[in-house]
């Protein structure tokens, strides 16, 4: 990989990381606990903590993708960087565009049913 390479990645990191930093603020904003509303009736209501529960999970999805994406961010400059854990091979440099806290090759993710 090169400087230049590495600089993009960076910079597409630090992207990813402020838009999911962003939806972590407006998820952490819906998880507040429902208020007993006397104008919701009780399906409404059931609706209302469904939709909650899908957040819950993707703000806990996205918290965790925060930390692999901080993480990335401090390794871009290291040899470990791009290099898959499992064969040591290098990761394609698109794969890394796309998923940049990529640790595996597609085929070892595969492989690995990751
Ligand atoms: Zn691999």
Redesign the pocket.
Same mark, same amino acid.
């Given at each position: 990989m090169t400087e230049k390479e590495k600089q993009e990645l960076k910079q597409s990191i630090e992207k990813e990381i402020s838009l999911l930093s962003a939806e972590i603020d407006k998820l952490q904003q819906s998880l507040k606990p429902i208020k007993k509303d006397c104008s919701l009736d009780s399906i409404d209501h059931k609706m209302l903590k469904q939709d909650q529960n899908i957040n819950i999970q993707r703000y806990e999805e996205a918290k965790k993708r925060l930390n692999r994406l901080k993480h990335a961010y401090l390794k871009v400059d290291t040899d470990e960087y791009g290099i @898959?854990k499992? +064969?040591e091979?290098e990761i394609s440099l698109a794969r890394l565009k796309l998923i940049p806290e990529s640790e595996? @090759?597609v085929? +070892?993710m595969n492989e690995l049913g990751l």
């Amino acid at each position: 990989m090169t400087e230049k390479e590495k600089q993009e990645l960076k910079q597409s990191i630090e992207k990813e990381i402020s838009l999911l930093s962003a939806e972590i603020d407006k998820l952490q904003q819906s998880l507040k606990p429902i208020k007993k509303d006397c104008s919701l009736d009780s399906i409404d209501h059931k609706m209302l903590k469904q939709d909650q529960n899908i957040n819950i999970q993707r703000y806990e999805e996205a918290k965790k993708r925060l930390n692999r994406l901080k993480h990335a961010y401090l390794k871009v400059d290291t040899d470990e960087y791009g290099i @898959c854990k499992e +064969c040591e091979e290098e990761i394609s440099l698109a794969r890394l565009k796309l998923i940049p806290e990529s640790e595996y @090759c597609v085929a +070892c993710m595969n492989e690995l049913g990751l």
